[in-house]
C-alpha cells in the first residue's frame, strides 16, 4: 500500500519506549515512529543520509555543531557520517524519517 | 543547515507553478515544494524509491494501481520502477518529498 495517513496508522512495538511502522523499499526506508518522553539517545553516526519531520510534539537534535528543538512542521537533514544525538522532553514525539535502505 | 521550519522556509522558483527548496546529501535529495492549483503531471516513472507527505492543501496521486486524494499528514511511498502521477486541485499543495540521489 503506497499511502498512509499518520492521523490513524497503527504503530507497532520497535523498541522499548518507541513504536513505529515501516515501508521498505529498494532503496528508501520510511518510517513513521513515535519516542517517548524522557528518552534520550546519546549520539552515534553512520555512513548514509537520514532526514525527516516532526508530525506532532517535541525533539531535541543534535546533528554535527547545530543542536535546536525541532516542534511540528520543522524538518531535519543528517548527512552521511554526521554524528547526531537527540532527547525527548516531557512529551512523546512522532517522527516521520527516511533513510538510505543498507544493501 | 541540517534544519529547516516548513512554516518559514523561503522556497524559489523550480518550475513554471513549483517552487521548491532542496538539500542535496550524499545519498538522499529532501525537497519542500509547492505546486499551485490546476497542476497534473500525466505520469513517468523512474528507477529509485521517491516518498514523502503533504503538509498543506491536497494532492491526487496514483501510484501504480492506487489512486488517492492525499491531505495534510497523509503520507505517500513511490517502489522504484513503479509508475506514478499527481494532479493539484484549485488550491495549492506544499509537500515534502524524498528520493534516492542519482549518482
Same mark, same amino acid.
Given at each position: 500500500?503506497?499511502?498512509?495517513n499518520? $492521523?490513524?496508522l497503527?504503530l507497532?512495538?520497535?523498541?522499548?519506549? !518507541?513504536?513505529?511502522?515501516?515501508v521498505?523499499? $529498494? /532503496?528508501? !526506508?520510511?518510517v513513521?515512529m513515535?519516542? %517517548?518522553?524522557?528518552?534520550e /539517545?546519546?549520539? *552515534?553516526e *553512520?555512513?548514509?543520509?537520514?532526514?525527516?519531520? @516532526?508530525?506532532?510534539?517535541?525533539i %531535541?537534535m @543534535? &546533528?554535527?555543531?547545530d543542536r535546536?528543538?525541532? $516542534?511540528? $512542521?520543522?524538518?531535519?537533514?543528517?548527512?552521511?557520517?554526521e *554524528? *547526531?544525538s537527540?532527547?525527548?522532553?516531557?512529551?512523546? &514525539?512522532?517522527?516521520?524519517? !527516511?533513510?538510505?535502505?543498507q544493501?
Amino acid at each position: 500500500m503506497p499511502f498512509w495517513n499518520l $492521523n490513524t496508522l497503527q504503530l507497532e512495538e520497535f523498541r522499548p519506549g !518507541i513504536t513505529s511502522k515501516a515501508v521498505i523499499g $529498494n /532503496d528508501l !526506508i520510511m518510517v513513521c515512529m513515535q519516542i %517517548e518522553g524522557g528518552k534520550e /539517545d546519546m549520539g *552515534h553516526e *553512520h555512513p548514509f543520509d537520514q532526514c525527516g519531520m @516532526v508530525i506532532e510534539g517535541q525533539i %531535541e537534535m @543534535v &546533528v554535527g555543531a547545530d543542536r535546536r528543538i525541532l $516542534n511540528v $512542521n520543522e524538518c531535519y537533514f543528517i548527512p552521511a557520517g554526521e *554524528h *547526531h544525538s537527540w532527547k525527548t522532553f516531557d512529551k512523546s &514525539v512522532t517522527l516521520l524519517d !527516511i533513510s538510505l535502505k543498507q544493501s
